[in-house]
């Protein structure tokens, strides 16, 4: 562990680079989109994608060889402290930054880290996950998407469902199955180019009137055999540990974010719409779920950080499936309450007479349906903490 006097100066090192290299207009502004989740960033969003790239500070804990920032997790801190303090963010994210590049660290060759690793930390690449099929949510390991070996390729026929990104997705990476007579030992982890032959994306209209979620067809798919990541039949457990890492990033980052976020803007939406009397808010049980909230997200953020510290150590454990619940359950609730508060304002889908702000609003409070399905559902996820963390059986 660094000593004070030597994280102090590497504060100061950090401070200087981004006072040189963060674009000042950028200061307390949200990027249009994400570099490595679809979207090709523009004017000094670009600048600022090429020079945090560079520097591995998409992700600054990956190791300096594949390109990472290379950087203790109390340096990491460091950088994000002095970039909140600038009102900085980093403009590189998505799939392969949250899960799939952690993965590859723990199970990849150095051949595949130097070949998948760097393009995600400049934001280059934009992944897609191919995991749930129709007939395999939340009992994944019946999928049935049959990868045949011909040698040294694979050739792919299925379907996956519920694929984020995946219409503007460059790659996929994902589990498929390469021996039908063995569920769980007969599934392999796969990378392929989506721009391959045979590969078709039909986007699906969710309830919130977006189109995120994805149907992907495989016909007749090449796949080289330098694709496959670990061994051939093996890949479940390479599966597993990437939903950990999904889970880790949706709840201890992610999801911490949103919710503790979200607090400021539940004051301000009851100010707008309840009003303030005596300088505070008219309606006292208001406050009172407000002040819930406030506690919540405060507490959460807490515990999401140590659960980062020890993943940083340890690798994520199953238990981060708590703060999976926590948070869905609790964002939920959290866009119950805007929608609430906004009264007639809040029931609208289109029209003049409301804001682009509270339409937002409506179709965030929509799309939080998902929120206790995706990245395992909230059943699941209790199932796993009981079963692999309490230690409690017939789960």
């Not at 050739?155 to 039908?180: C, P, Q």
Request: net charge negative; proline share 4%.
């Amino acid at each position: 562990m660094a000593s004070a006097q030597d994280l102090d100066a590497f504060r100061e090192e950090a401070r200087s680079w981004l006072n040189e290299n963060f674009p000042d207009k950028l200061a307390n502004k949200r990027p249009p989109g994400i570099a490595g989740f679809g979207s090709k960033l523009t004017g000094d969003w670009k600048v600022w994608q090429d020079r945090v790239g560079q520097k591995g500070w998409s992700a600054p804990t990956w190791p300096a060889e594949y390109g990472g920032g290379g950087l203790t997790p109390d340096q990491a801190a460091v950088v994000q402290q002095e970039m909140r303090a600038l009102g900085a963010v980093s403009p590189i994210g998505g799939f392969g930054t949250m899960m799939w590049g952690p993965t590859l660290l723990d199970v990849g060759t150095d051949e595949q880290k130097q070949r998948y690793l760097p393009p995600i930390i400049r934001g280059e690449i934009h992944w897609c996950q191919g995991y749930s099929e129709p007939g395999a949510g939340s009992d994944l390991a019946n999928l049935q998407s049959f990868a045949e070996d011909r040698g040294d390729h694979f050739v792919l026929n299925g379907s996956k469902i519920w694929t984020s990104g995946a219409l503007e997705a460059d790659w996929m990476y994902g589990v498929f199955r390469t021996d039908r007579d063995n569920k769980y030992e007969g599934i392999s982890f796969l990378t392929l180019d989506m721009k391959s032959p045979g590969v078709e994306v039909k986007p699906i209209t969710l309830i919130s009137g977006d189109s995120s979620f994805n149907e992907v067809f495989f016909t007749d798919v090449v796949v080289p055999k330098e694709n496959l990541i670990g061994e051939k039949n093996l890949g479940w457990n390479i599966g597993k540990r990437l939903l950990l890492h999904e889970r880790q990033g949706i709840a201890g980052s992610g999801g911490g974010a949103s919710v503790a976020g979200g607090s400021y803007d539940l004051e301000r939406v009851a100010q707008d719409y309840i009003g303030l009397e005596d300088g505070k808010l008219a309606d006292g049980a208001l406050r009172e779920r407000i002040a819930s909230q406030k506690m919540f997200a405060h507490a959460y953020a807490l515990t999401g950080r140590r659960f980062g510290e020890e993943a940083a150590v340890h690798g994520p454990s199953p238990a981060v499936g708590i703060l999976k619940v926590a948070w869905a359950r609790d964002n939920q609730n959290r866009q119950e309450l805007v929608v609430e508060m906004l009264g007639n304002q809040g029931l609208g889908w289109e029209g003049e007479e409301f804001t682009p702000e509270e339409l937002r609003n409506v179709r965030t409070w929509l799309r939080s349906k998902a929120n206790s399905i995706e990245g395992g559902t909230t059943e699941v996820n209790l199932n796993l903490v009981a079963k692999r963390v309490l230690g409690l059986k017939g789960y």
